[in-house]
């Protein structure tokens, strides 16, 4: 999809304060610092539609950014961030978890990881979620321009033998730097969506 109309919409919490309406929803899920707002911005062609935080695990509501009135990005809370409370990480959890349970128009999720370091148990909690629950989705290892390109398909290997991802699901290498996998996961996007 070429995007040219690309909007923050709101920002919810809570069931009832999410968009009305049908349009489908594309939620992008990963840890705290994975760079989910970067890979937003890179998708819509805009510096910041999604505010990179300077602090990572700040962000605990879910956004919702109106893509050329066609389906939404929700930026779900980071997950997996050291420095903060039980409490608070529960309550992260439960606004993520009541989004994923309860949330019919959510058509796809794009789980990203760090492609410099092994998936985490949030991660591989997360990629279980996902399966059982048969939502399609994507994997998409974010910071590739942090490796050297001849590391990159040794550290996808490892993200696949972590997560348990069956043959012929391939990660897609992403960086916001260089936009290297942007036109892949707008493709398994439109795809999953019926854009095309």
């Known amino acids: 999809m070429i995007v040219n109309n690309a909007k923050y919409e709101l920002t919810a919490v809570r069931p009832e304060q999410y968009p009305a309406g049908s349009m489908p929803e594309v939620a992008f899920a990963g840890r705290s610092n994975v760079g989910k707002s970067s890979i937003i911005n890179t998708l819509t062609n805009r510096k910041n539609i999604a505010r990179v935080g300077a602090t990572p695990g700040k962000t605990k509501e879910i956004n919702f950014y109106n893509i050329e009135e066609k389906l939404y990005f929700v930026d779900l809370p980071g ?7 039980k409490e608070k ?5 439960e606004v993520i978890e009541t989004y994923l349970y309860t949330r019919k128009q959510l058509q796809f999720i794009i789980l990203l990881v760090d492609i410099r370091h092994a998936p985490s148990e949030d991660d591989k909690a997360m990629y279980e979620w996902m399966k059982s629950h048969n939502i399609p989705y994507v994997i998409v290892a974010a910071k590739a321009d942090k490796i050297t390109k001849s590391q990159i398909n ?3 290997k490892e993200i696949k033998a972590v997560l348990g991802v069956p043959e012929g699901i391939e990660p897609i290498p992403f960086s916001s730097e260089t936009r290297q996998g942007k036109d892949q996961v707008w493709g398994r996007i439109d795809q999953a ?3 095309v």
Do not use: F
């Open 154 to 156: 040794v550290r996808l």
């Open 79 to 85: 997950y997996g961030y050291a420095k903060v409370s």
């Open 89 to 93: 990480k529960a309550s992260w959890n």
């Open 193 to 195: 969506l019926n854009l």
